[in-house]
């Protein structure tokens, strides 16, 4: 990185890099972004944008060291560390320890296992753990003690637990007068927990600490793996669940909670993020009347495609084991179970993903 050739162009600094990589600065940006206009503790901005001119010029750059020294033509001067030049580069990402490359999957699934003692003392099993999770959408912790609140300490070896209407934790068993489905012994089809919400949790943790009843096994399939299924089968169904907004509402006693949102949501570059599927707490379908026939011929090829065992992993989760997965990337389910022949508890709780993915950033530092 020793050597470099600097130019000035009309509206930014042009640097063609010893790899033959060349790239453009806009000025605009450099001033922007100078260091000294970043708090020296927290790297927070203390510099305000309209301090600086709105097309700022340079009137001369040089190599100092490892350092960029630009002389802006309003006198100010600007020092910019090259290794920092060279992991900004307009146009592109900078590099995220988090960016984990989603790894789908169908029916032929090994879910991975990893140790709850192993991720309780170790800063290195708990990376890999969290690693290959957010590669996933999807792990089973084994060891974990059957005590109330063992997995709950697990989940927050990554970060605070996001408390909804359902509190901090729920118990999944069933339980007279319930306010959801998961406190009955019901099936519950494949879903996502809470589209509801404004942000629907992230990453959900489910601690068996009983399964002795008849039926009860839990199923898994892939979001993208249904979306994209969906999009190379039937193009026009797919942009139906990913373009239109549809209600989703949660209400009992103490709380009205509902939102617009579509089933299926996509990034910038087009492809599947996020999906949003419970069709127990989908609202009345409001859309325009002459588009509804066609919605709902999308929305039930969706609904077909999670009931097709080919995309489906099923276990049956035994007491000391916590299933780990993506709430808005992987769905959800179980059989239903008969409660006169053993007792059923799971208990649970959400880590969102900003903390997960944070907790990934900073075990991978050097």
């Given amino acids: 990185m020793s050597k470099i050739d600097i130019s000035l162009g009309q ?114 099993d708990l990376l890999a753990w969290l690693s290959e999770t957010a590669a996933l959408g999807l792990s089973i912790v084994e060891g974990v003690a059957t005590a109330d609140g063992a997995g709950l300490a697990l989940a927050q070896r990554i970060g605070f637990l996001r408390q909804t209407n359902f509190g901090i934790s729920f118990e999944v068993m069933n339980k007279p007068d319930p306010n959801n489905l998961a406190y009955t012994a019901l099936a519950l089809p494949l879903h996502t927990d809470l589209p509801n919400q404004e942000l629907p949790p992230g990453y959900q943790f489910l601690h068996c600490i009983a399964n002795e009843a008849d039926g009860g096994g839990s199923v898994f399939a892939d979001g993208l793996t249904l979306a994209e299924t969906l999009r190379a089968s039937d193009p026009v169904a797919f942009d139906l669940l990913a373009q239109t907004p549809v209600p989703f509402r949660f209400h009992d006693s103490d709380t009205d909670l509902r939102v617009h949102r579509p089933v299926i949501n996509l ?11 419970n069709a127990h707490i989908a609202g009345v379908f409001d859309m325009a009347p002459e ?26 989760l035994k007491a000391g084991e916590m299933v780990v997965f993506d709430n808005r990337r992987v769905l959800h389910g179980r059989d239903a179970f008969d409660p006169s022949t053993g007792f ?14 944070a907790r990934i950033r900073v075990l991978s530092r050097p």
């Fill in 267 to 277: 990034r910038p570059d087009g492809r599947v993020h996020e999906i949003k599927w």
């Fill in 344 to 357: 059923r508890h799971l208990q649970g709780c959400y880590v969102d993903r900003g903390e997960f993915l």
């Fill in 11 to 124: 509206d930014g600094l042009g640097l063609d890099w010893a790899n033959g990589d060349s790239q453009a600065y806009p000025y605009i940006w450099l001033r922007d972004n100078d260091p000294a206009r970043l708090h020296p503790d927290t790297a927070e901005r203390v510099g305000d944008l309209l301090d600086i001119p709105e097309c700022p010029v340079a009137a001369e750059a040089e190599l100092v060291e490892d350092a960029i020294s630009i002389r802006w033509t309003d006198g100010e001067i600007s020092n910019f560390p090259l290794s920092w030049l060279a992991a900004h580069r307009p146009g592109r990402s900078a590099a995220d320890a988090a960016a984990v490359e989603p790894q789908t999957w169908r029916d032929d699934l090994i879910v991975p296992r990893h140790q709850a003692e192993a991720i309780a003392a170790s800063e290195s």
């Fill in 291 to 316: 588009i509804m026939p066609a919605y709902y011929h999308a929305y039930r090829k969706f609904m077909q495609l999670t009931r097709d065992p080919a995309f489906q992993v099923r276990l049956k």
